[in-house]
Structures are given as structure tokens and as C-alpha cells.
């Protein structure tokens, strides 16, 4: 059964850091891991897909890897503002028939400090 | 270009109640999903459904039912609330190929409360 952790539980840093977040899956055979901002009261927003054949994925300041040897996704957000606090959600596919069902880990609560 | 739409964004049952939870999505996606989000739990998949007709069953989908008569709704049916079914529920929606992984789609959220 796909089991999905995530560390640290919450993060607090000031303005400009360079940060990393941590996800790690039991069940390395996967077809992608997607990590997804939530907003307070708010629904989830896809970051960033990454595919089982990709090892990174950018977009703007966020970077994503998987390494699925070791079962582990990293998000790396660069030179943070005020405007990434939020909780930061890793989902990683179950193994079934359609690779559309997710199994999503506890998340990381992020607040960056002006 | 609204997505995922849920309604209604809050609701208060009393137990024993029944209703609906509404999602509809106007992008085309043959898949649809339910998920119920709790505090220290994450979310966790309730139904989904592949297409119009299809639906089937997550982690968690006791006291729930669902269909899929259409390709842009997937309604989510409390028959009898339960307090234990206090939670934020969320529906999400993708393209779905086989071999072919697409983006998810999510509402804004249904925030539950039965009492």
C-alpha cells in the first residue's frame, strides 16, 4: 500500500531563503508524483507533474525531483517570498488501473517571514 | 473559465440528514474523483469515476454514494450523516489516457459540519 510522508510538518524562514521541502513513497513503482500548493480555505493548485521518466521538473522559482530508487521527491523553492505561505501537499499515484488516484502525504506548512 | 466547481461551499446537517455535494467541471475530463480532507489525516480518495457510467470505490467510501451521468458532473451523496463525516470535502478532475498521466484539478472545497 502507497504511504506517503512528509518533513518538516511546518517551516518557518525569512524572506529570500532558499528552501527545501521532502516527500517520501513506499511504492516506488509509480508513474508520476505530482506536489500541489493549498491555500487557507482555499482547494489545491498543481505545481508541478513530474513523470516517472523525468528526474526534475522547473517551473519559474520551484524545482521538483524524484528520485524513486530511494522513494523520495524534493521541492525546492528559491528565493522565497511572502506569497509562497502555504501548505505544500506531495501525491503519489496508487497502483491501479489508472494511475489517476492519489495517495497524499500530511503536507509541510510554510510561512515566509517579510 | 471556471474548472471545478463545487456547491455549496459550506453546509451544517444534522446527523441522520441526507444530501448532495455538487461538482461539476467544464474542461472535458473523463476522470472525476471525491476526497475528504481532516486535520493530521490528509486527503483520502472516497470514489472516482472514469467516465460517464463508471464509478468505483476509494480508501474510505462508506456512507457515501455516487454516479456519473454525465461527463461534467459527479455528484457525492451522504445517505444518512454522520458526526464522523464532519470534514472538507474536495473533487478533482483530469484527462485520462491510458500510459498518459495528466494534470489534477481541484474545487475550491464543500467545509462539512454535521451535528
Known amino acids: 500500500k502507497q504511504e506517503v510522508t512528509q518533513i518538516p510538518a511546518a517551516l518557518s524562514v525569512p524572506e529570500g531563503e532558499n528552501l527545501v521541502l521532502n516527500c517520501s513513497f513506499t511504492?516506488?513503482?509509480?508513474?508520476?508524483l505530482q506536489w500541489f500548493r493549498q491555500d487557507p480555505g482555499k482547494g489545491l493548485t498543481s505545481l508541478l507533474l513530474i513523470q516517472s521518466s523525468q528526474r526534475e521538473q522547473t517551473s519559474g522559482r520551484l524545482n521538483a525531483s524524484l528520485d524513486k530508487s530511494s522513494g523520495r521527491s524534493t521541492l525546492y523553492i528559491a528565493a522565497s517570498q511572502p506569497g509562497d505561505s502555504a501548505t505544500y501537499l506531495c501525491?503519489?499515484?496508487?497502483?491501479?488501473?489508472?494511475?489517476?488516484?492519489?495517495?497524499f502525504g500530511p503536507g509541510t506548512r510554510l510561512s515566509v517571514l517579510p | 473559465n471556471a474548472g471545478v466547481t463545487q456547491t455549496p461551499k459550506f453546509q451544517v446537517l444534522k446527523t441522520g440528514q441526507s444530501m448532495t455535494l455538487q461538482c461539476a467541471q467544464d474542461?472535458?475530463?473523463?476522470?472525476m474523483s471525491w476526497y475528504r480532507q481532516d486535520p493530521g489525516m490528509g486527503l483520502r480518495l472516497i470514489h472516482y469515476?472514469?467516465?460517464?457510467?463508471?464509478?468505483d470505490q476509494g480508501e474510505v467510501p462508506n456512507g457515501y454514494n455516487v454516479s456519473r451521468s454525465t461527463t461534467e458532473d459527479f455528484p457525492l451523496r451522504l445517505l444518512s450523516a454522520a458526526p464522523s463525516q464532519t470534514s472538507v470535502y474536495f473533487c478533482?478532475?483530469?484527462?485520462?489516457?491510458?500510459?498518459?498521466?495528466?494534470?489534477?484539478?481541484f474545487g475550491q472545497g464543500t467545509r462539512l459540519t454535521v451535528v
Open positions: 501525491a503519489a499515484p496508487l497502483r491501479d488501473n489508472y494511475g489517476q488516484n492519489f495517495v
Open positions: 474542461m472535458n475530463h473523463e476522470y
Open positions: 469515476s472514469v467516465g460517464a457510467g463508471i464509478t
Open positions: 478533482a478532475s483530469s484527462f485520462y489516457a491510458r500510459a498518459v498521466i495528466t494534470e489534477a484539478f
Open positions: 511504492d516506488s513503482a509509480i508513474y508520476n
